[in-house]
């Protein structure tokens, strides 16, 4: 959050001043801070230096595309939440730009009322860079199953006491599942509860393969396909 004024600081980046001025209003309007950056690697710079609480990214930029921004942002160790914003629509785009760490996917053109929506969407899910809240904090707690611990309030996971290292997506999914063991929970229900909105299927099960893959290796496999409904987490039988 900015200092100066305890709002939420969002960083847009779109080579189109139109976009930018219309973003920027839009969110200003409903209490944002905005900053702005025209190119990739002024966009780069300015996430570490103004440490924004969220970026709107365009996919094309002219000089370093939005896919590779947000991975040398996450590469450098920079979970700032991203809303990926782009003409870009098809599902492959979509997983790559959400695997790659990013939080969300709107495409253009777009509803500014849908995009601020998503915003407020993605900043209570992560809490901003470094944000707490009553809400966030009432819920922090420790999660345990079957010798897998998830710490809420220090963002550890260990399974039987070896730490398990996961990107703040992978975070959220397994905690969604831990908080309903043995309960199968369908592709929709982990969309709307982890990502915040409905997208492709793909994204929930390239997730998923990301956790059996950190996880499975430390004991027996603990998340469960129900082919054709979904996913549960519960000890093997």
């Known amino acids: 959050m900015s200092e100066q004024t305890n709002r939420p ?8 001043r139109n976009i930018r001025d219309l973003v920027g209003v839009a969110l200003r309007f409903h209490g944002f801070e905005v900053i702005s950056a025209a190119r990739g690697y002024e966009a780069l710079e300015l996430a570490g230096s103004a440490s924004p609480d969220l970026l709107v990214l365009d996919v094309m930029l002219p000089d370093l595309d939005g896919f590779e921004l947000c991975r040398r942002l996450r590469a450098r160790g920079d979970e700032v939440p991203v809303i990926f914003l782009t003409a870009r629509d098809t599902p492959a785009d979509t997983v790559h730009g959400l695997t790659l760490g990013g939080d969300d996917y709107v495409t253009k053109p777009f509803s500014v009322e ?18 707490s809240g009553s809400e966030a904090a009432a819920e922090q707690t420790v999660l345990s199953v079957a010798g897998l611990e998830l710490d809420e309030s220090r963002w550890e996971v260990r399974r039987d006491g070896t730490p398990v290292d996961l990107s703040p997506t992978e975070f959220r999914l397994l905690a969604f599942l831990m908080r309903h063991p043995g309960q199968v929970l369908t592709k929709a229900q982990l969309l709307e509860h982890v990502w915040g909105f409905g997208t492709q299927s793909q994204v929930v099960e390239t997730y998923i393969s990301y956790l059996r893959r950190k996880l499975d290796p430390l004991g027996p496999p603990l998340i469960h396909t129900q082919r054709g409904v979904g996913y549960a987490l519960r000890p093997s039988s």
């Open 9 to 16: 600081r969002v960083l847009v980046v779109d080579d189109e």
């Open 114 to 131: 849908a995009l601020v929506a998503r915003a407020r969407a993605v900043l209570r899910r992560g809490g901003g860079r470094g944000g």
